[in-house]
């Protein structure tokens, strides 16, 4: 039906999935006149994406080729016509310069609050809410709401609101402000009919727009409503979402009604849910749905994703089988390399070039495009090995002086004076927003980031907005921290989203708004739980229902109305649809959305049918009981010198003996920050090695002179480490404790007419292999012990308890270090055992049968090793002891092993 409304025209019309091809009909019908021209007209829509279907209509209602009307959206026409007013950064900065000037609130909290403010500044222009006369008056209005008198905190609350709204409106126009005047003027100069195509019910700037507009000429509005359709699909959704909430019978009457209007349901076939047990389910169930869609020739494909992570899970999966995805969503900006590039240099900035920032800059492939690859990478792999090699944490002048002295390093150090360049044009204390983004710019450039940014899509548009925020930005004076401005740049990049246009196909992601009057042959609702699929409540200030309905701000219950307009919309416009979700969420059941339950329970009651999909689909196809554990066989790589640890290697897990010694694969050394217990134990060993290079013989000598001398070199050896971390403190403070009965246990030692006869001793015997040749075996031995008889002992210093040390040797068939050690020394060894050094007193733990246990260790490694030349396989059968720390774990697959 039509009806006049202070000479706007209005038109409500039944929303079907033909509603924009409805309104070009009637636009064409008014028109008929002066057809084939219609370029005097203008065409609102509500989103860019319905102009084709817009385009179509008209000519299809034609029936000849036309000159078609203006199409353009509110804020593109506002655009064309700009009124000027502030940006939204430019209302931030201004914002947050008042908060930080009030103290009112902590500092971490204020670009939080600053955002807040903004859309509640926003939402009151939107609804045409006047600012009130003074605080007084504000505080009123929010006692009324809140039905209390003499609160600190009202008054707090209204004085910062109130003061912040004063002066935001008291400077240039915002956002919304400045679009509503630039509307005004563009209809002030109106020169042909007017005809606007709306969502729901006409928003506030839609209204004014219209009556303003209709001053000068004609202005034709359509409005979609679900309650009169007549179609047989949303007459059963009405009847599950009434579009009246308020009268609506209770559920049972209307499944009744249901039953007796519609006979046959007319959602059956069209409506399926699906619930899934997992991510990977839920996305498996996307894809296949996809493929049966398009193996039926289904030109247009909807994803809706509620659950972002659902549906990029899906994306990935259907590209992986050359289904490509047209992504309407994008990502944020945050997410992209070219992002992290920005990321990385501001954190090599902020701490001092830490070493994993530095070099995650440095491998970003944006970052010396100027340079030669080869050279790049010479410089990276420097880089890497010289931090490593001298152990360097932070400092990038540090690093700079001590590679400069590295042979070897040059293309390093080139690498770090063009960063020491780039940091200079930064600010070096608080400054301008403008000037950061100024310096940050050129730091790119002197990065020889700028050329490979503008290669890429993702590069191009983080160009695009730094270029847009300093020019923007380049007259406020507000100036902000390094901290600041670096987290408003945060938010900025988490704001800004990029989306890639190169992409065009039948597949469409887009959310559950930009679906709103769009038709598609099918659609799946990804996500459609009551956590991703809830009313669109934006946080604001004023979140209490009684103050926004005072102050005229919109309500809980119109984002309710808004969800079950567009999901009807959605099932109505789309030929088929499918609802998705994961009905876990880790050990708790997952329910779908309230509304999409409240239809399952209809449905149910008045067809017999739940529309839930029997049987979850199952993940995709994998094998089911894992992958064999690997045995691989390589007699052409097996070494003919070992160390003892390699020999203990393979004894532990032939396959990790196959990927470190056999294929040299290791895992990288890293930057010590801080001294691990392989680091203390190298440092007991280095002191006590200086220590008994002194004194040999320690018998006669007191006690407290001996402590004193080894606790002086205990502390020089550990001075570096203290120097550059005071916390380890606590590793010396823990050798100290041992220092006095490591005295006693060596007087004891000579005593028994044991004397130090040397330590860290490089040996190596060749043992005959079965065929011919012969194998190395070598090893460094921490002490060697001599009697008078000639007789000696090997010792291996371990900082461990000595309980883990006598479990190991319980099992003397799997501990192979000390027979390794006592058959490279040779026959005189009677002794060998570990000496514990952890606790107040030091605790021997000795291998029994010496000597036979070296002949047999010695037999079984030139066995082992001969089989292995032979073809004998590798296979992984670790312990979990031996499995936990190893870093061939995720060669082997230990966790997916098939079951034995």
């Keep these: 039906m039509a009806e006049a409304e202070r000479a706007v025209t209005l038109h409500r019309l039944p929303l079907t999935a033909d509603f924009v091809e409805v309104c070009a009909r009637r636009i064409v019908a008014d028109c008929r006149a002066r057809l084939p021209d219609l370029s005097y007209l203008v065409v609102v829509l509500p989103s860019p994406a319905l102009a084709p279907a817009l385009r179509r209509g ?133 020169a042909g009919p007017l005809y606007m195509l709306c969502e729901g019910e006409a928003r506030p700037v839609e209204q004014a727009f219209c009556q303003a507009w209709s001053a000068r000429q004609t202005a034709t509005v359509f409005q979609p409503q679900r309650g009169t359709s007549a179609e047989a699909p949303m007459q059963a959704l009405n009847f599950a979402w009434p579009p009246v909430a308020a009268a609506a019978p209770a559920l049972a009457a209307r499944a009744a009604a249901a039953r007796r209007a519609l006979p046959q349901s007319p959602l059956a076939g069209r409506l399926r849910l699906i619930g899934a047990a997992s991510l990977e389910a839920e996305a498996a169930a996307i894809v296949l749905e996809v493929k049966r869609w398009l193996g039926q020739g289904r030109q247009s494909i ?62 970003s492939p944006f970052v010396f495009g100027d340079l030669a690859e080869a050279s790049r990478q010479a410089g990276l792999l420097q880089l890497e090995e010289g931090l490593v090699r001298h152990n360097l944490a932070y400092g990038l002048g540090r690093f700079e002086a001590v590679l400069a002295r590295q042979a070897g390093c040059g293309e390093a150090v080139e690498l770090l004076k063009r960063m020491a360049a780039a940091h200079r044009p930064m600010p070096r204390t608080s400054a301008t927003a403008a000037d950061w983004l100024a310096g940050l710019e050129r730091a790119l450039e002197s990065l020889g980031a700028v050329d490979r940014l503008a290669q890429d899509a993702a590069g191009v548009t983080l160009l695009a907005l730094l270029r847009a925020r300093r020019e923007e930005l380049a007259a406020v004076p507000a100036r902000l921290t390094f901290g600041e401005w670096r987290e408003w740049l945060n938010r900025e990049l988490e704001n800004a989203a990029f989306v890639d246009r190169s992409i065009d196909s039948p597949v469409v992601m887009t959310h559950l708004a930009a679906m709103r009057l769009r038709r598609f042959d099918a659609a799946v609702l990804v996500g459609a739980d009551r956590d991703n699929l809830a009313p669109a409540c934006a946080r604001s200030v004023f979140g209490n229902q009684a103050v926004r309905a005072e ?15 567009d999901l009807a919309g959605l099932i109505v416009c789309c030929g088929e649809v499918t609802a998705t979700w994961q009905t876990l969420r880790g050990d708790e059941a997952n329910l779908p959305c309230p509304e999409l339950g409240l239809l399952s329970v209809l449905h149910a009651s008045a067809w017999g049918d739940d529309l839930v999909a029997p049987h979850a689909v199952p993940p995709l196809a994998a094998a089911a009981n894992g992958t064999p554990m690997p045995r691989p066989a390589a007699p052409q790589r097996v070494p003919l010198r070992l160390s003892a640890s390699a020999y203990a290697s393979l004894m532990a897990c032939p396959y990790q003996f196959f990927v470190r010694r056999m294929l040299g694969l290791a895992q990288a050394e890293e930057v010590r920050e801080a001294l691990e217990k392989r680091d203390y134990g190298e440092f007991v060993h280095r002191i006590l090695q200086r220590f008994h290079a002194a004194h040999p013989q320690i018998s006669g000598r007191a006690d407290e002179v001996l402590t004193a001398e080894l606790e002086a070199i205990s502390r020089e050896v550990f001075a570096p480490e203290i120097e550059a971390n005071f916390l380890e403190h606590a590793w010396l403070a823990r050798w100290l404790d041992c220092v006095p009965g490591y005295i006693a246990w060596q007087k004891a030692r000579e005593a028994a007419g044991w004397r130090h006869a040397g330590g860290e001793l490089t040996r190596e015997i060749a043992l005959p292999l079965a065929g011919g040749g012969s194998l190395a075996l070598h090893g460094r031995l921490d002490r060697i012990d001599r009697r008078a008889d000639g007789a000696e002992a090997v010792l291996d210093y371990k900082t461990q308890d000595a309980q883990g040390l006598k479990r190991r040797l319980a099992d003397a068939g799997e501990d192979v270090q000390l027979a390794c050690y006592a058959l490279l020394q040779g026959e005189r060894v009677t002794e060998a055992a570990y000496l514990a050094l952890d606790g107040e007193k030091p605790a021997e733990l000795a291998l029994p049968d010496v000597q036979g246990m070296a002949r047999e260790q010695g037999e079984r490694l030139a066995a082992a090793v001969a089989a292995l030349r032979a073809g004998a396989s590798l296979p992984a059968h670790g312990t979990q002891a031996v499995c936990e720390w190893c870093e061939a774990r995720g060669l082997c697959r230990k966790d997916y092993h098939l079951a034995t």
């Design 58 to 190: 008209l000519a299809a209602a034609a029936g000849c080729a036309l000159l078609l009307p203006r199409i353009a959206t509110l804020a593109q026409l506002a655009a064309v016509a700009d009124a000027g007013g502030q940006t939204d950064s430019q209302r931030q900065l201004a914002l947050y310069r008042q908060l930080r000037e009030r103290d009112w609130f902590a500092d971490s909290a204020l670009w939080e609050i600053c955002a807040e403010l903004i859309a509640l500044f926003d939402e009151l222009s939107e609804r045409a809410v006047g600012l009130p006369a003074d605080e007084g008056e504000f505080l009123d209005r929010l006692e009324r709401a809140y039905d209390t008198r003499g609160s600190q905190l009202l008054r707090f609350e209204a004085e910062v609101v109130h003061r912040l709204w004063r002066a935001e409106a008291a400077g240039p126009p915002g956002r919304p402000a400045a679009q509503a005047m630039a509307l005004a003027h563009l209809a002030a100069a109106a």
């Design 302 to 363: 909807a994803l809706v994703a509620a659950d972002r992570v659902a549906a990029r899970r899906a994306r990935a999966l259907l590209e992986r089988d050359g289904v490509l995805v047209q992504d309407e969503t994008g990502w944020k900006l945050s997410t992209t390399r070219a992002a992290a590039l920005v990321d990385a240099w501001l954190e090599v900035i902020a701490a001092d070039a830490y070493h994993r920032d530095l070099l995650d800059l440095v491998k």
């Design 551 to 565: 102050l005229g701000l919109p309500l809980p219950a119109e984002a309710a109305a808004r969800l079950r307009d």
